[in-house]
T-cell receptor, first 110, second 115 residues
Protein backbone atom coordinates (compact mmCIF):
# COMPACT_ATOMS: atom_id res chain seq x y z
CA UNK A 1 0.00 0.00 0.00
CA UNK A 2 1.51 3.27 -1.09
CA UNK A 3 1.72 5.91 1.60
CA UNK A 4 -0.30 8.99 0.74
CA UNK A 5 -0.13 12.55 1.97
CA UNK A 6 -3.01 15.00 1.70
CA UNK A 7 -3.73 18.37 3.28
CA UNK A 8 -5.64 17.90 6.52
CA UNK A 9 -8.17 20.62 5.75
CA UNK A 10 -9.23 23.13 3.10
CA UNK A 11 -11.76 25.94 2.96
CA UNK A 12 -13.56 27.16 -0.12
CA UNK A 13 -16.55 29.26 -1.11
CA UNK A 14 -19.59 28.20 -3.02
CA UNK A 15 -19.15 28.29 -6.77
CA UNK A 16 -15.38 27.97 -6.68
CA UNK A 17 -13.32 25.15 -8.14
CA UNK A 18 -11.52 23.08 -5.51
CA UNK A 19 -8.36 21.09 -6.16
CA UNK A 20 -7.14 18.58 -3.59
CA UNK A 21 -3.71 17.10 -4.22
CA UNK A 22 -2.52 13.75 -2.93
CA UNK A 23 1.16 12.78 -2.90
CA UNK A 24 2.10 9.13 -3.36
CA UNK A 25 5.81 8.97 -4.11
CA UNK A 26 6.13 5.17 -3.85
CA UNK A 27 3.23 4.28 -6.11
CA UNK A 28 3.72 0.91 -7.80
CA UNK A 29 3.19 0.03 -11.43
CA UNK A 30 -0.07 -1.83 -10.77
CA UNK A 31 -1.54 0.75 -8.41
CA UNK A 32 -4.70 2.63 -9.21
CA UNK A 33 -5.63 5.96 -7.59
CA UNK A 34 -9.09 6.16 -6.07
CA UNK A 35 -10.87 9.00 -4.31
CA UNK A 36 -13.73 8.70 -1.83
CA UNK A 37 -16.01 11.25 -0.17
CA UNK A 38 -17.43 10.80 3.30
CA UNK A 39 -20.18 12.70 5.10
CA UNK A 40 -20.63 12.41 8.89
CA UNK A 41 -22.15 9.11 10.02
CA UNK A 42 -22.15 7.71 6.49
CA UNK A 43 -19.86 5.34 4.67
CA UNK A 44 -17.34 6.69 2.16
CA UNK A 45 -18.69 7.13 -1.34
CA UNK A 46 -16.64 6.37 -4.46
CA UNK A 47 -15.97 9.52 -6.48
CA UNK A 48 -13.46 8.70 -9.18
CA UNK A 49 -10.62 6.36 -10.09
CA UNK A 50 -7.73 6.62 -12.49
CA UNK A 51 -4.44 5.11 -13.52
CA UNK A 52 -2.79 7.83 -15.58
CA UNK A 53 -3.49 11.14 -17.40
CA UNK A 54 -6.95 12.58 -16.84
CA UNK A 55 -10.27 11.06 -15.91
CA UNK A 56 -13.55 12.95 -15.77
CA UNK A 57 -17.03 11.95 -14.67
CA UNK A 58 -20.21 13.82 -13.83
CA UNK A 59 -18.98 15.02 -10.44
CA UNK A 60 -15.19 15.41 -10.60
CA UNK A 61 -11.98 15.23 -12.57
CA UNK A 62 -8.79 13.44 -11.64
CA UNK A 63 -5.46 14.66 -12.96
CA UNK A 64 -2.47 12.33 -12.83
CA UNK A 65 0.94 13.49 -14.11
CA UNK A 66 3.18 11.23 -16.13
CA UNK A 67 5.31 10.16 -13.14
CA UNK A 68 2.13 9.28 -11.15
CA UNK A 69 3.73 10.44 -7.90
CA UNK A 70 0.79 12.70 -7.18
CA UNK A 71 -2.81 13.17 -8.21
CA UNK A 72 -5.27 16.02 -8.01
CA UNK A 73 -8.99 15.72 -7.45
CA UNK A 74 -10.82 18.67 -8.99
CA UNK A 75 -14.35 19.56 -7.91
CA UNK A 76 -15.92 22.18 -10.19
CA UNK A 77 -18.17 24.86 -8.70
CA UNK A 78 -18.53 23.42 -5.22
CA UNK A 79 -21.68 23.85 -3.16
CA UNK A 80 -22.36 23.65 0.57
CA UNK A 81 -23.27 19.97 0.13
CA UNK A 82 -19.69 19.20 -0.93
CA UNK A 83 -18.52 19.79 2.65
CA UNK A 84 -17.07 16.40 3.54
CA UNK A 85 -13.86 14.46 4.10
CA UNK A 86 -12.06 13.34 0.93
CA UNK A 87 -9.78 10.32 0.95
CA UNK A 88 -7.13 9.38 -1.58
CA UNK A 89 -6.26 5.67 -1.80
CA UNK A 90 -3.39 4.19 -3.75
CA UNK A 91 -2.60 0.51 -3.97
CA UNK A 92 -3.67 -2.84 -5.31
CA UNK A 93 -4.28 -5.14 -2.39
CA UNK A 94 -5.74 -5.51 1.07
CA UNK A 95 -3.66 -6.48 4.06
CA UNK A 96 -2.73 -5.28 7.48
CA UNK A 97 -1.47 -2.01 6.06
CA UNK A 98 -4.71 -1.21 4.23
CA UNK A 99 -5.65 2.00 6.01
CA UNK A 100 -7.48 5.07 4.90
CA UNK A 101 -5.40 8.10 5.83
CA UNK A 102 -6.92 11.03 7.71
CA UNK A 103 -8.20 12.50 4.45
CA UNK A 104 -8.83 16.15 3.62
CA UNK A 105 -11.66 17.90 5.42
CA UNK A 106 -13.20 20.31 2.92
CA UNK A 107 -15.39 23.08 4.27
CA UNK A 108 -17.46 25.01 1.73
CA UNK A 109 -18.58 28.37 2.99
CA UNK A 110 -21.52 30.45 1.71
CA UNK B 1 -29.64 -1.45 -8.06
CA UNK B 2 -29.90 -1.45 -4.27
CA UNK B 3 -26.85 -0.31 -2.34
CA UNK B 4 -25.03 -1.98 0.51
CA UNK B 5 -27.33 -2.50 3.48
CA UNK B 6 -26.11 -2.76 7.04
CA UNK B 7 -28.22 -3.71 10.04
CA UNK B 8 -28.81 -2.63 12.67
CA UNK B 9 -28.09 1.06 12.26
CA UNK B 10 -27.48 1.65 15.97
CA UNK B 11 -26.58 -0.72 18.77
CA UNK B 12 -25.89 -0.28 22.47
CA UNK B 13 -24.18 -3.10 24.34
CA UNK B 14 -22.56 -3.63 27.70
CA UNK B 15 -18.93 -4.56 28.30
CA UNK B 16 -18.40 -8.32 28.09
CA UNK B 17 -21.32 -8.96 25.79
CA UNK B 18 -21.02 -10.03 22.18
CA UNK B 19 -22.55 -8.49 19.08
CA UNK B 20 -23.29 -9.56 15.51
CA UNK B 21 -23.56 -7.08 12.66
CA UNK B 22 -24.99 -7.83 9.26
CA UNK B 23 -24.14 -6.66 5.76
CA UNK B 24 -25.94 -7.28 2.47
CA UNK B 25 -23.75 -6.39 -0.52
CA UNK B 26 -24.79 -5.02 -3.87
CA UNK B 27 -26.23 -7.77 -6.03
CA UNK B 28 -23.46 -9.47 -8.00
CA UNK B 29 -20.65 -8.29 -5.75
CA UNK B 30 -18.68 -11.20 -4.34
CA UNK B 31 -16.24 -9.38 -2.09
CA UNK B 32 -17.27 -7.96 1.27
CA UNK B 33 -14.88 -6.11 3.54
CA UNK B 34 -15.34 -4.66 7.02
CA UNK B 35 -13.88 -1.54 8.62
CA UNK B 36 -13.84 0.12 12.01
CA UNK B 37 -13.94 3.90 12.12
CA UNK B 38 -13.17 5.94 15.22
CA UNK B 39 -12.24 9.60 15.60
CA UNK B 40 -8.81 8.69 16.94
CA UNK B 41 -7.76 5.86 14.62
CA UNK B 42 -9.58 6.73 11.45
CA UNK B 43 -10.90 4.07 9.12
CA UNK B 44 -9.17 0.72 9.72
CA UNK B 45 -9.51 -2.49 7.75
CA UNK B 46 -10.81 -5.52 9.67
CA UNK B 47 -11.11 -8.32 7.08
CA UNK B 48 -12.24 -9.20 3.59
CA UNK B 49 -14.29 -12.14 2.37
CA UNK B 50 -14.60 -13.46 -1.14
CA UNK B 51 -16.74 -16.47 -2.08
CA UNK B 52 -17.23 -17.40 1.59
CA UNK B 53 -13.48 -17.40 2.32
CA UNK B 54 -11.57 -14.89 4.40
CA UNK B 55 -8.82 -13.71 2.09
CA UNK B 56 -7.35 -10.81 4.00
CA UNK B 57 -7.22 -9.73 7.61
CA UNK B 58 -6.25 -6.52 9.30
CA UNK B 59 -4.48 -6.06 12.59
CA UNK B 60 -7.32 -6.71 15.04
CA UNK B 61 -7.56 -9.22 17.92
CA UNK B 62 -9.29 -12.56 17.55
CA UNK B 63 -12.39 -11.18 19.29
CA UNK B 64 -13.28 -9.77 15.89
CA UNK B 65 -14.48 -12.41 13.46
CA UNK B 66 -16.66 -12.67 10.43
CA UNK B 67 -18.16 -14.94 7.86
CA UNK B 68 -19.71 -14.80 4.45
CA UNK B 69 -22.65 -16.83 3.21
CA UNK B 70 -23.22 -18.37 -0.20
CA UNK B 71 -25.39 -15.40 -1.22
CA UNK B 72 -22.44 -13.07 -0.39
CA UNK B 73 -24.17 -11.62 2.67
CA UNK B 74 -21.73 -11.21 5.51
CA UNK B 75 -21.77 -10.96 9.27
CA UNK B 76 -19.15 -9.79 11.69
CA UNK B 77 -19.04 -10.71 15.33
CA UNK B 78 -17.28 -9.06 18.24
CA UNK B 79 -17.05 -11.07 21.44
CA UNK B 80 -16.26 -9.89 24.95
CA UNK B 81 -16.92 -6.27 24.09
CA UNK B 82 -14.64 -3.57 25.45
CA UNK B 83 -15.31 0.14 25.80
CA UNK B 84 -12.76 0.79 23.04
CA UNK B 85 -14.87 -1.18 20.58
CA UNK B 86 -17.31 1.72 20.39
CA UNK B 87 -17.12 2.82 16.78
CA UNK B 88 -18.82 3.07 13.44
CA UNK B 89 -18.51 -0.31 11.71
CA UNK B 90 -18.63 -0.11 7.95
CA UNK B 91 -19.09 -2.79 5.38
CA UNK B 92 -18.17 -2.43 1.71
CA UNK B 93 -18.71 -4.61 -1.30
CA UNK B 94 -16.93 -4.76 -4.62
CA UNK B 95 -17.11 -6.87 -7.75
CA UNK B 96 -13.88 -8.80 -7.51
CA UNK B 97 -12.21 -7.71 -4.30
CA UNK B 98 -9.27 -5.62 -5.42
CA UNK B 99 -9.97 -2.39 -3.58
CA UNK B 100 -8.34 -0.09 -6.03
CA UNK B 101 -9.27 -1.18 -9.53
CA UNK B 102 -12.61 -2.46 -8.29
CA UNK B 103 -14.08 0.43 -6.29
CA UNK B 104 -15.57 -0.13 -2.87
CA UNK B 105 -19.24 0.56 -2.25
CA UNK B 106 -19.89 1.26 1.41
CA UNK B 107 -22.97 0.93 3.52
CA UNK B 108 -23.87 3.60 6.07
CA UNK B 109 -22.55 1.55 8.91
CA UNK B 110 -23.61 0.33 12.32
CA UNK B 111 -22.93 2.69 15.19
CA UNK B 112 -21.92 0.51 18.15
CA UNK B 113 -21.79 1.99 21.63
CA UNK B 114 -20.33 -0.10 24.44
CA UNK B 115 -21.18 1.01 27.98
Amino acid sequence: LAKTTQPISMDSYEGQEVNITCSHNNIATNDYITWYQQFPSQGPRFIIQGYKTKVTNEVASLFIPADRKSSTLSLPRVSLSDTAVYYCLVGDDYGQNFVFGPGTRLSVLP
Amino acid sequence: KAGVTQTPRYLIKTRGQQVTLSCSPISGHRSVSWYQQTPGQGLQFLFEYFSETQRNKGNFPGRFSGRQFSNSRSEMNVSTLELGDSALYLCASSLVGQPYNSPLHFGNGTRLTVT
